[in-house]
C-alpha cells in the first residue's frame, strides 16, 4: 500500500465526518480542525482509517501529530511494519 493511498483511507473518513468536505481537496499539510472536525470526529476519522487499514497506533503517537501528513506518516509507516508500530 502507498502513502497516497493511507492518505486516501484518511481523507474519505475525513470527508464522512466533515459535512460538505470533498477528500480530494484535503491538504495533508492541514489539520483536522482546520476542516472543522471537533475531537469526536477526529477519535472517528482515526478509528475507522485504523480499523480500515487494519493497524493499531499507541495513543502516545497520536499526541505527538499536528497536521494529516504526521497522520498519514505514521499510519503508512506502521502498515509497511505489518501493522506494528517500528521500534528504536
Keep these: 500500500m502507498t502513502r ?4 486516501a483511507v484518511v481523507a474519505r ?5 466533515v459535512d ?3 477528500p480530494k481537496t484535503i491538504d495533508p499539510m492541514r489539520s483536522m480542525k482546520d476542516y472543522g472536525a471537533n475531537s469526536l470526529d ?3 476519522v482515526v478509528s475507522g482509517a485504523m480499523r480500515e ?7 502516545t503517537e497520536l499526541n505527538k ?3 494529516l ?8 509507516d506502521i502498515k509497511s511494519n505489518t ?4 521500534k528504536p
Excluded: F
Design 69 to 76: 501528513d504526521g497522520l498519514v506518516g505514521l499510519l503508512y
Design 13 to 17: 473518513h475525513l470527508a464522512s465526518s
Design 53 to 59: 487499514l487494519k493497524v493499531k497506533v499507541p495513543r
Design 65 to 67: 501529530l499536528t497536521n
Design 83 to 86: 501493522g506494528e508500530l517500528a
Design 4 to 7: 497516497e493511498e493511507v492518505l
Design 42 to 44: 477526529i477519535v472517528e
Design 20 to 22: 460538505g468536505l470533498d
